[in-house]
Nanobody
């Protein structure tokens, strides 16, 4: 069983920076993909970023050029968020997937089977 625990959320002014972390425990299958999603009140869960087992990274259109996802040797996953906007306000979830083909750019939330509890990010304008 895989356990994901997020940290690093908080409140920041527009234009600011936050760094989220996701600690992973448990046995990961080969090809395990890690991602970040977010959900704002009244909205659907939205793809933010993912890092594939190969190291290749995918980003949602809303965060390209501002957010960076990375993964270290211990499989801790980070999300560096620059130039934050009020519309980035949401609960951010770390997620993991063992069944997405390595070459697939499909990061639909339904493809991910492991989820953290979420961490709140609030950006004030």
């Amino acid at each position: 069983q895989v356990l994901l625990v997020e940290s690093g959320g908080g409140s920041v002014q527009a234009g600011g920076f936050l760094r989220l972390s996701c600690a992973v425990s448990g046995r990961l299958s080969s090809g395990y993909r890690m991602g970040w999603f977010r959900q704002a009140p009244g909205k659907e869960r939205e793809f933010v970023a993912a890092v594939r087992w190969s190291g290749l990274r995918d980003y949602g259109d809303a965060v390209k050029g501002r957010f960076t996802i990375s993964r270290d040797i211990a499989n801790t996953v980070y999300l560096e968020m620059h130039s934050l906007k009020a519309e980035d306000t949401a609960i951010y979830y770390c997620a993991g997937a063992g069944g997405i083909p390595p070459t697939s750019a499909n990061n639909d939330p339904g493809m991910y089977e492991d989820w953290g509890q979420g961490t709140q990010v609030t950006v004030s304008s």
